[in-house]
């Protein structure tokens, strides 16, 4: 289905009954049609933080919770962010036999819009961990060219390095924008990379030049994925961001091209 027919950046009102109509899924094809060569594409997964759940127990006494959403990169949709925001909020007032009767009907309901199998994780609320990111951080670093837009011929390999390399590099420095509403979005970016060295440097000008780019999390990620991938020409490569919550979701895409390098998930201080 077309964002455009979406609930996205338009005033709606909050159901109080449960409503899992209201869900939203967005094809994942169109974005990837200029992908659709390339390895690890479609490996990985979308986590989603959701800071905003709540149902009634048995005795009508309301309940809360974090939950961690599992998507799987391979399901033939996303699921537009404000429907899923609804969707959890038109169940504040259902009442449910326990808590494994509200993840069986999440589960189910999601699995539904996106077309494969989604799996929800509840904690309690003082029990989402958080984390300190792993890897070289290059946010320090001064490219030499930076450019307004996302342009892959900014990626250059470290001239001084003659064998390969396994590293993995962060910068807190992605941002984009919702190709939708205009909002900011942003997000700390992990790159791990098993090849030929890149120059730190032209990795941070690639990650900024994304700055005023209007995209969703999911395709931004898989387009950082495809140009590395395509550019660099690694032997493995693993991409995973984590962006900073809106709406009380916070949504953290993933893309390997090895099943082996499939990181846990984590959250960290920003989010």
Partial sequence: MSV???????????????????????????????????EGITQGKDWWHVFEIS????LGLPQVAIGRLTLPASSPNLIESKSLK????????????????????????????AGAQVEL????????EISKPQGICID??????????????LLQFDATAEENVEIELYSHLLR???????QPDWGTVF??????????????????????????????????????WQLLQPEKLMVYATYTRRGGLD??????????????PIRLARQ
């Fill in 176 to 182: 984009s924008n919702c190709p939708v509403t205009g």
């Fill in 140 to 153: 320090d670093l001064v490219p030499e060219r930076l450019s307004e837009h996302p342009d892959s011929s």
């Fill in 191 to 228: 790159i791990r990379l098993q090849g030929k060295k890149p120059c730190y440097r032209s990795v941070l000008a690639y990650i900024i030049s994304y700055r005023q780019h209007n995209g969703f999390h999911e395709q931004c990620v898989e387009q950082i994925f495809a140009d590395i």
């Fill in 121 to 128: 994780q509840l904690f309690q609320v003082d029990d989402l």
């Fill in 251 to 264: 949504i953290n895409p993933c893309r390997v091209s090895d099943l082996s390098w499939m990181p846990e």
């Fill in 4 to 38: 455009e027919l979406s609930l996205l950046g338009k005033d709606t009102q909050y159901p109080t009954q449960y409503q899992p109509e209201v869900l939203f899924p967005i094809t994942r094809a169109e974005s990837r049609q200029q992908y659709a060569h390339i």
């Fill in 86 to 113: 609804l969707y959890f909020n038109s169940m504040n007032f259902t009442q449910f036999d326990s808590k494994q009767a509200f993840i069986a009907t999440v589960e189910q309901d999601l699995s539904k819009a």
């Fill in 55 to 58: 149902w009634l127990n048995q």
